[in-house]
């Protein structure tokens, strides 16, 4: 493929702003692969980073989106076991390879890290380059849908192996949009003995309810904690923050059960301060634990969505041109009324 030519892309320029922009189609060099784009999903992190919440590792202009469906268009030199055609997921965190995180297999840790759709450019355009290393291959029938959620499933793969979790256990997730349903449907798969989740917003809530929630319930017009312990009078083993929400974790921290663990998974505007008492959490011995990006489980992801235990396409509910992403990252919020994952297609 020529140098010369030429794609359509998004480019984040600054707070507030995305211009649609012609755009060289990059080159693989040693080690990479040139990736054409079928599909990538809007996150909230987007939404974030468009609003400038989060800055730390973003260096615009950079086309964004890192929750990408690809297929190899080329391969360069010293690629081996990749080949073109093949449907493939991408790893968007890219460590210095030196550090003492990325020595011990975790690369979400590097303070170094190169990001694909935050650094270097995304998935909102029609082709990107990645390191080899980073794309996992996937099987057609998994679909646009299943690759768009590969890499924020391998996050929440990454969560789960910090629980811990152990059988009988309960939990309360919090918030019940595409990472919330991604972790009940991974909890419903797992020896969990009560889910619980709560949900603004009544078409997120029905969703819930489908993919795996024993109880869903309104946090701002049900009595969140007589509900809880009606069924867990010690309180829940598992809370898992997937709203970004400090007000949404101050009001469930308190239904922590003995021993409890709160995870803390969505990404809360860096200003927001979440309200605790540090003798209730010693009288419990409970843990507050967190968890950030894939640290190299996005091939346990893939082989997850393979199995048709994740209703992707339940979580993938609209797609839009290219020439719609500024709204639809600046409207990530108000989309929740009716949506729950939006897709861009950067070939429609």
């Known amino acids: 493929m020529s140098a010369t030519q ?25 080690g990479e692969v040139l990736l054409k784009v079928a599909g990538c999903g809007v996150c909230g992190t987007d939404h974030h980073i468009f609003d400038g919440e989060l800055t730390r ?6 086309v964004l989106g890192h929750e990408i469906a690809t297929r190899i268009e080329a391969v360069g030199p010293d690629v081996d076991g990749l080949t073109p055609g093949q449907f ?32 270097l450019n995304g998935g ?23 690759a768009v959620l590969c890499e924020t499933l391998a996050c929440v793969l990454n969560g789960y192996d910090r629980l811990e979790f152990a059988a009988s256990s309960s939990a309360l997730i919090l918030g019940a949009g595409t990472v919330g349903l991604l972790w009940a449907q991974v909890l419903a798969n797992s020896p969990c003995r009560k889910l619980i989740q709560t949900e603004p917003v009544d ?10 929630a024993d109880l869903v319930l309104d946090p701002d017009a049900d009595a969140l904690s007589a509900r ?8 829940v083993d598992f809370i898992i923050d997937a709203t970004g929400s400090a007000d949404a974790i101050t009001q469930a921290l308190p239904l922590l059960a003995p021993a409890g663990t709160l ?20 009288e419990k ?17 893939a082989r997850l969505i393979e199995s048709g235990r994740i209703a992707c396409d339940q979580i993938v509910t609209a797609t839009r041109p290219l020439g719609a992403l500024a709204d639809a990252v600046a409207g990530f919020v108000d989309n929740r009324q009716s949506q729950i994952k939006v897709a861009i297609d950067p070939w429609a």
């Open 88 to 119: 493939c997921a991408v790893d968007p965190v890219i460590g210095c390879g030196v550090c003492p995180a990325c020595r011990s297999a975790q690369p979400n840790l590097c303070n170094n890290t190169t990001t694909i759709g935050y650094k």
């Open 228 to 235: 809880v312990r009606r069924d867990l009078p010690d309180g």
């Open 263 to 282: 995870m803390i998974f969505g990404v809360c505007p860096a200003h927001e301060r979440v309200q605790l008492s540090p003798y209730d959490l010693y």
């Open 124 to 146: 909102f355009a029609q082709f990107l380059t990645a390191p080899a290393r980073n794309v996992v291959p996937l099987d057609e029938s998994v679909g646009i849908a299943g």
């Open 6 to 30: 030429t794609m359509q892309g998004g480019v984040f320029t600054q707070v507030g702003r995305i211009e649609s922009r012609d755009l060289p189609i990059p080159q693989p060099q040693r």
């Open 203 to 212: 078409y997120r809530r029905d969703k819930a309810a489908q993919l795996g």
């Open 285 to 301: 011995e409970a843990k507050i634990i967190a968890s950030k990006m894939p640290p190299n489980t996005l091939e346990r992801s």
């Open 57 to 62: 590792g973003v260096a615009p202009p950079v």
